[in-house]
């Protein structure tokens, strides 16, 4: 089955600065790959999302990028603000399987220091 | 924008006690989820439904857990005899379907089990 792999798990940053999560997965016939904000006490929410026909994909702050020869996939925030402090979580589906099963990764703790 | 509802948003329950967890799918969805995550862990996928009828279920999802859509609105969750590792924060998850562009799993704000 596939194994999701996220780094870091915590990630401090200063308000303005970057911040950059990676995630790596086994199975190359992988061919999406979400990304999933969760806030305190609430459910995952969708936030960026990538298919494996395209390299990178770009919404105002929040940018992903895929490697399909290394099987890596990360998430990208730039002039990160205080309300990006949140566990974020990379997926990948179980290819091929109807209903497509999310294996998550182990999730990254980003706190954004005003 | 439609979204996934869940309720209770809290439960408390005795070991060995039976449970039922529900969840409101996004209106024209067809597939449906249920997720759990236990403190500071993973999100671990437990079952998936489409057409009445389970299409995957992980290893967790053992004799104790079922699920149904009772009606047109409703899908259920339930656990016969809870146990004290069940305590979780269970989520459901809805997607259209699981063809490219319509697969996005959308998810609700979970039901938090504490299992005494």
């Known amino acids: 089955g596939e194994n999701v792999e996220q780094h870091p798990s915590t990630l401090s940053v200063q308000e303005g600065d970057s911040a950059v999560i990676k995630c790596t997965y086994s199975?190359?016939?992988?061919?999406?790959f979400p990304w999933y904000k969760q806030e305190l006490g609430k459910g995952p929410q969708l936030i960026i999302d990538?298919?494996?026909?395209?390299g990178e994909k770009k919404d105002q702050r929040i940018a992903v990028t895929l490697n399909k020869t290394a099987k890596h996939f990360s998430l990208h925030i730039t002039e990160t603000q205080p309300e990006d402090s949140a566990v974020y979580f990379c997926?990948?589906?179980?290819?091929?399987?109807?209903?497509?099963?999310?294996?998550f990764g182990g999730g990254t703790r980003v706190l954004v220091k005003p | 924008e439609p979204e996934v509802t869940q309720t209770p948003s809290h439960q408390v329950t005795q070991m060995g006690q039976e449970v039922i967890l529900r969840c409101v799918p996004i209106?024209?969805?067809?597939?449906f989820y249920w997720y759990r995550q236990i403190l500071g862990q993973k999100v671990e996928f437990l079952v998936s439904?489409?057409?009445?009828?389970?299409?995957?279920k992980s290893e967790i999802f053992d004799d104790q857990f079922s699920v149904e859509r009772p009606d047109g609105s409703n899908f259920t969750l339930k656990i016969r005899s809870t146990k004290l590792e069940d305590s979780a924060m269970y989520f459901c998850?809805?997607?259209?379907?699981?063809?490219?562009?319509?697969?996005?799993?959308?998810f609700g704000p979970g039901t938090r089990l504490t299992v005494l």
């Open positions: 990538i298919r494996s026909n395209v």
């Open positions: 997926a990948a589906p179980r290819s091929g399987a109807a209903g497509n099963k999310l294996t």
């Open positions: 439904f489409y057409n009445n009828e389970i299409s995957e």
């Open positions: 209106s024209n969805h067809l597939y």
């Open positions: 199975d190359s016939a992988s061919n999406y």
């Open positions: 998850a809805s997607s259209e379907s699981f063809a490219v562009s319509t697969d996005t799993q959308y």
